[in-house]
C-alpha cells in the first residue's frame, strides 16, 4: 500500500498525516461505464469521514451519478475516470470538508449543530465552518457522521510512516464529548487570548527575545543535572542553539543533540520543550515536533522529563496556557509521545522537580477530566488483547 501525505501540499516525508493512495478500476462497458474505488474504506478511514461523502464529492463535481453499497463496500462513479484525477478531485474534498480553516490539521470532526456544519479540530481547538452551498453540505445534513464510531483504539502507529495515527482518533461517543468539552474551554480561551498580550508589556517582541525570556524564566533546566554555575555545559549549549537558531527543522536539533552526546538522554527533553515550544499554537507544536521527542526515546524516564517540562510550561512558563493542559496532554498522548501509564503515574505521585508544590497542584488540576477519560480508556482497553510494541 502506498502512502501519501494528507495534504498533497506539503512535501515534508516526516509528515504525519497519510492516506492510501487512491485506485481506480474501470467495470462495464460503453454507457455502462462506471469506475470502482476499490480502497475507499482505508482513504476515508485516514480522513476520518464515512466513505459516501468522498464518494458523493467525486459525483458532484463530476456530474456523474454515484453508487455507494456499503454493505459491499463497492464505492463506484459513473463513467471512467483516471485514479490520478479522482486523486486531485480528492484534494478539495480534503480542502472542504476535512482540514482545520485555521491551522489546517486534518484532525477534525463534522460536528452539526443548527444545520450548520462545522469542523472541529483537534490540533488548535477552533470551530470552523464548512461551506454551506455546496452540495455535498446538504448529503452531509440528511446523512450526518455516525456518532458511534468505535474504531480504532489508539491503535499503534507505524513510526515510519505514521499510518494508523488518524485512526486512532476514531473514539467512542465519550471521547467525542470529551473532545466537544475540550473545545469548548478552548473557544473560551482563544477569546481571552487575543485580548491579553502580556507577553508584549514591555518586551521586544522578536522571535530571539521571547526565547530568551522563555529561557530566562526557565531559571536553568529544573530536572537537568550537573548544570549549576556553569553555563556551557552540553544541556545549556543544546539550550543556546535552539533558543537562538531560526528556523530550526527537528532534524538540525536532533543532530545537534547527538553531537553533545545528548541523543539517548532523557534531560535532553526538557531543554526541547523548555526552550523550543512557543506560547502560540501548542497544539500544532506538538503535532508537529512529535518524531523529535519521541527520537530520543520513549522510556518511563523520558515520558516522565517530557511531561514534568510540560507541567511547568504550563504554569510558569506560559500560564496562559494552563486552562489549556487537558488538550495539551491529549496532544501528547494523542501523537503518541506519552502512554496511559505515564500519565496514570504522574497523577498518582505529584513530584516538585519540575516546578513549585503550588504550580504542580495547578496543573494537576487542570489535567483532572483528561486524567478521569485517560483511565476509563485505560480500562475499556484491558478487556481487549493489546499487543503494542514498546522499543
Ligand atoms: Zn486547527
Not at 501525505?5 to 460503453?30: A, C, H, T, W
Not at 531560526?246 to 536532533?254: A, C, H
Request: proline share 4%; net charge negative.
Amino acid at each position: 500500500m502506498s502512502l501519501i501525505n494528507i495534504r498533497r501540499d506539503v512535501q515534508d516525508s516526516f509528515y504525519r498525516y497519510k492516506m492510501p493512495k487512491l485506485q481506480s478500476k474501470f467495470e462495464g462497458k460503453g454507457n455502462g461505464k462506471k469506475t470502482v474505488i476499490p480502497n475507499m474504506i482505508e482513504i476515508s478511514q485516514a480522513l476520518s469521514r464515512p466513505p459516501s461523502y468522498p464518494t458523493k464529492y467525486f459525483g458532484t463535481v463530476l456530474g456523474a451519478q454515484v453508487q455507494i453499497e456499503e454493505k459491499n463496500d463497492r464505492y463506484i462513479v459513473n463513467g471512467a475516470h483516471e485514479a490520478a484525477k479522482l486523486q486531485d478531485i480528492l484534494d478539495g474534498f480534503i480542502e472542504k470538508f476535512v482540514l482545520c480553516g485555521s491551522c489546517k490539521s486534518p484532525e477534525t470532526d463534522l460536528i452539526i449543530k443548527d444545520s450548520i456544519i462545522i469542523k472541529n479540530c483537534m490540533a488548535c481547538g477552533k470551530r470552523t465552518d464548512v461551506d454551506m452551498r455546496h452540495r455535498l453540505s446538504t448529503y452531509i445534513l440528511k446523512n450526518p457522521p455516525p456518532k458511534n464510531k468505535k474504531a480504532g483504539q489508539h491503535a499503534a502507529p507505524d513510526p515510519t510512516t505514521g499510518a494508523g495515527i488518524i485512526e486512532s482518533r476514531n473514539g467512542s461517543d465519550d471521547d467525542d464529548e470529551f473532545a466537544n468539552q475540550l473545545a469548548e474551554d478552548a473557544a473560551k480561551l482563544n477569546i481571552a487570548d487575543e485580548d491579553s498580550d502580556k507577553w508584549d508589556i514591555d518586551a521586544d517582541i522578536s522571535e530571539e527575545a521571547v526565547a530568551r525570556r522563555q529561557r530566562a524564566l526557565a531559571g536553568g533546566f529544573n530536572g537537568v543535572d550537573g548544570n549549576d554555575e556553569e553555563s556551557d555545559g552540553p544541556y545549556d549549549q543544546l539550550g543556546d542553539f535552539i533558543s537562538t537558531g531560526e528556523n530550526l527543522t527537528d532534524k538540525e536539533i536532533f543532530n545537534k543533540a547527538k553531537d553533545l552526546g545528548l541523543s539517548k538522554k532523557h534531560r535532553a527533553l526538557i531543554v526541547i520543550v523548555q526552550c523550543l515550544f512557543k506560547e502560540k499554537d501548542i497544539l500544532s507544536q506538538i503535532t508537529n515536533h512529535a518524531q523529535l521527542l519521541i527520537s530520543f526515546g520513549n522510556s518511563e524516564k523520558h515520558q516522565k522529563a517530557i511531561l514534568g517540562s510540560f507541567e511547568k510550561l504550563v504554569s510558569e512558563i506560559f500560564p496562559s496556557l494552563l486552562p489549556k493542559t487537558g488538550h495539551i496532554f491529549k496532544a501528547l498522548y494523542e501523537n503518541d509521545i506519552i502512554e496511559e501509564d505515564a500519565f496514570l503515574a504522574w497523577n498518582e505521585k505529584p513530584s516538585k522537580k519540575y516546578t513549585t508544590r503550588e504550580n504542580s497542584k495547578k496543573v494537576h488540576e487542570a489535567a483532572a477530566r483528561f486524567i478521569q477519560w485517560i483511565r476509563e480508556a485505560e480500562e475499556e482497553d484491558s478487556d481487549e488483547d493489546s499487543d503494542e510494541d514498546s522499543e
